[in-house]
């Protein structure tokens, strides 16, 4: 390992997503001054402490976060991860993510995100419910249909979504007040298709884009060797669909470790070792491998679909695929990200490839607001035709700010990549409609 490099990197998840929107803009020449403070910082943030009364009769203090980084364009939207680590610069960057996201998939949405520093592996669902019931009262109205939307994210799943649906039903009496929170179970207003949203939107994306031609000599998902980083809702499910796409899963890991096998893997087979065992490792017939040997695996298409700042100065030599889809938010540093294009190794970024998410969440707040209960086909179909249209139009711009760079336009750097073109794709859209709907007062 380069111990200097790791050294000179910053790990900060806010520092890297602000140099990704910097290292955007460069390519951005109609920008109206004195905005690009204003899109690249939050809104609001939210801190809450509150205590727990525990199992065992105890009394924890617990610290939560909502940020609305912006919603010119419609309510916040955004997940809330339970998990350790959970910071507030951490929760600021993935709620910049979500602007960035949902104004490239062009959603009525702006962008927000929560989190909770707990580790829910050692919670009972109890004190999880406990903890998710009063998060959400001392938000108050900081959430709401209109306002800012919650969703899934890292160890939170529909029975958290129902218990903020529910609280927040109890807060506001006699409003249908479904659309307060997505990924919600079928019965109370989830929507079909939201659970296998995320990854089925990163199958649909990696298709459109190897269609297009922009990775040589993989034409297509079948048959391309596929390593992916975490087994959870996006990775485990990003497994399934492309193992069912025709892919040879080569290489799988969580939270415990990974394990390879080059003739390939059945992830039906795995989750259900998971299931049983509490992890991949250990499935019969693979080899046990660490989740650095996953990134570094002989594969096609590596799926980062686990944690932020994975792939970073240190490692990025390491990766051997072709091909980055981004399932995670954030698994890339910006050093990694330089270092994998001046190798030509193409990163699909994550404000595209995990936007699969938010968009069947999209479906479900309007289901909620209407009423209305959509079939699998309708949402589906919804799905593919918004995640290749947002893959076709990151392909189109990124040969249009290829061609401007060819032409001289001083970038400060070696060209466009897929993620600066997405980025400009999102910041245009913000910048006009702040400037549409003019400042206020
Ligand atoms: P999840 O809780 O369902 O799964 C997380 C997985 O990552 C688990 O298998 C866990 O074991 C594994 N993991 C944790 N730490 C790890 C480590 N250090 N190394 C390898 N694996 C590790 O979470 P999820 O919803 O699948 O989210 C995963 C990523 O996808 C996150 O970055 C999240 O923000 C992003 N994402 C999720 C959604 C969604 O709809 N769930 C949407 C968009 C983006």
Same mark, same amino acid.
């Given at each position: 390992m380069d111990m200097q490099s790791t050294k000179a990197e910053n790990l900060d998840l806010f520092v890297n997503a602000q140099l990704q929107f910097k290292r955007a803009l460069t390519w951005i020449d109609d920008l109206k001054a004195g905005i690009v403070d204003y899109l690249i910082n939050p809104n609001r943030t939210i801190h809450v402490r509150f205590p727990i009364h525990m199992d065992d009769e105890s009394i924890q203090t617990f610290h939560g976060f909502r940020v609305l980084h912006n919603r010119v364009r419609g309510p916040g939207k955004g997940g809330i991860r339970y998990h350790p680590d959970v910071t507030e610069a951490e929760v600021s960057a993935l709620a910049a993510f979500m602007t960035w996201k949902t104004a490239v998939v062009d959603l009525p949405f702006g962008g927000g995100k929560g989190g909770i520093v707990c580790n829910p592996k050692e919670l009972s669902r109890g004190e999880l419910r406990r903890i998710t019931r009063r998060f959400v009262t001392e938000l108050g109205d900081a959430i709401g249909p209109y306002t800012d939307i919650p969703a899934p994210d890292v160890y939170t799943d529909q029975q958290t979504m129902a218990w903020i649906y529910d609280t927040f039903d109890m807060m506001h009496p006699g409003e249908n007040n479904l659309a307060v929170v997505t990924g919600k179970p079928l019965d109370i207003?989830?929507?079909?298709g939201r659970n296998e949203a995320t990854a089925k939107g990163s199958l649909f994306a990696t298709q459109q884009l190897l269609k297009r031609g922009v990775v040589a000599g993989l034409p297509a998902v079948q048959d391309a060797r596929v390593a992916i980083q975490g087994f959870g809702n996006a990775g485990g499910t990003a497994a399934r669909l492309f193992y069912e796409d025709g892919a040879r899963i080569v290489a799988v890991s969580d939270s415990q470790g990974g394990i390879g096998l080059d003739s390939g893997i059945d992830p039906n087979k795995v989750l259900a070792h998971k299931k049983k065992h +509490? $992890?991949?490792?250990?499935?019969?017939?693979c080899t046990d491998i660490s989740n650095e040997e996953l990134l570094a695996y002989d594969c096609d298409i590596l799926i980062p679909?686990?944690?932020?700042?994975?792939?970073r100065a240190d490692n990025a030599n390491n990766v051997k695929a072709r091909l980055i889809v981004e399932?995670?938010?954030?698994?890339?540093t910006m050093a990694a990200d330089e270092n994998l294009q001046s190798k030509n190794i193409l990163v699909l970024p994550d404000i595209v490839a995990n936007s699969g998410g938010v968009v069947v969440s999209y479906f479900e707040w309007v289901q909620n607001l209407e009423n209305q209960q959509w079939d699998l086909e309708k949402v589906e179909k919804l799905l593919k035709k918004r995640m290749t249209r947002a893959v076709d139009e990151t392909v189109d711009r990124w040969t249009a700010l290829d061609e401007k760079y060819r032409s001289g336009?001083? +970038? $400060?750097?070696?060209g466009p990549n897929l993620r600066d073109a997405a980025l400009v794709t999102a910041i245009k859209r913000i910048a006009t409609v702040v400037l549409q709907r003019d400042i206020w007062p």
């Amino acid at each position: 390992m380069d111990m200097q490099s790791t050294k000179a990197e910053n790990l900060d998840l806010f520092v890297n997503a602000q140099l990704q929107f910097k290292r955007a803009l460069t390519w951005i020449d109609d920008l109206k001054a004195g905005i690009v403070d204003y899109l690249i910082n939050p809104n609001r943030t939210i801190h809450v402490r509150f205590p727990i009364h525990m199992d065992d009769e105890s009394i924890q203090t617990f610290h939560g976060f909502r940020v609305l980084h912006n919603r010119v364009r419609g309510p916040g939207k955004g997940g809330i991860r339970y998990h350790p680590d959970v910071t507030e610069a951490e929760v600021s960057a993935l709620a910049a993510f979500m602007t960035w996201k949902t104004a490239v998939v062009d959603l009525p949405f702006g962008g927000g995100k929560g989190g909770i520093v707990c580790n829910p592996k050692e919670l009972s669902r109890g004190e999880l419910r406990r903890i998710t019931r009063r998060f959400v009262t001392e938000l108050g109205d900081a959430i709401g249909p209109y306002t800012d939307i919650p969703a899934p994210d890292v160890y939170t799943d529909q029975q958290t979504m129902a218990w903020i649906y529910d609280t927040f039903d109890m807060m506001h009496p006699g409003e249908n007040n479904l659309a307060v929170v997505t990924g919600k179970p079928l019965d109370i207003g989830g929507s079909v298709g939201r659970n296998e949203a995320t990854a089925k939107g990163s199958l649909f994306a990696t298709q459109q884009l190897l269609k297009r031609g922009v990775v040589a000599g993989l034409p297509a998902v079948q048959d391309a060797r596929v390593a992916i980083q975490g087994f959870g809702n996006a990775g485990g499910t990003a497994a399934r669909l492309f193992y069912e796409d025709g892919a040879r899963i080569v290489a799988v890991s969580d939270s415990q470790g990974g394990i390879g096998l080059d003739s390939g893997i059945d992830p039906n087979k795995v989750l259900a070792h998971k299931k049983k065992h +509490g $992890s991949v490792v250990g499935f019969p017939g693979c080899t046990d491998i660490s989740n650095e040997e996953l990134l570094a695996y002989d594969c096609d298409i590596l799926i980062p679909a686990a944690l932020e700042c994975q792939i970073r100065a240190d490692n990025a030599n390491n990766v051997k695929a072709r091909l980055i889809v981004e399932a995670a938010n954030g698994p890339l540093t910006m050093a990694a990200d330089e270092n994998l294009q001046s190798k030509n190794i193409l990163v699909l970024p994550d404000i595209v490839a995990n936007s699969g998410g938010v968009v069947v969440s999209y479906f479900e707040w309007v289901q909620n607001l209407e009423n209305q209960q959509w079939d699998l086909e309708k949402v589906e179909k919804l799905l593919k035709k918004r995640m290749t249209r947002a893959v076709d139009e990151t392909v189109d711009r990124w040969t249009a700010l290829d061609e401007k760079y060819r032409s001289g336009f001083n +970038g $400060s750097h070696s060209g466009p990549n897929l993620r600066d073109a997405a980025l400009v794709t999102a910041i245009k859209r913000i910048a006009t409609v702040v400037l549409q709907r003019d400042i206020w007062p």
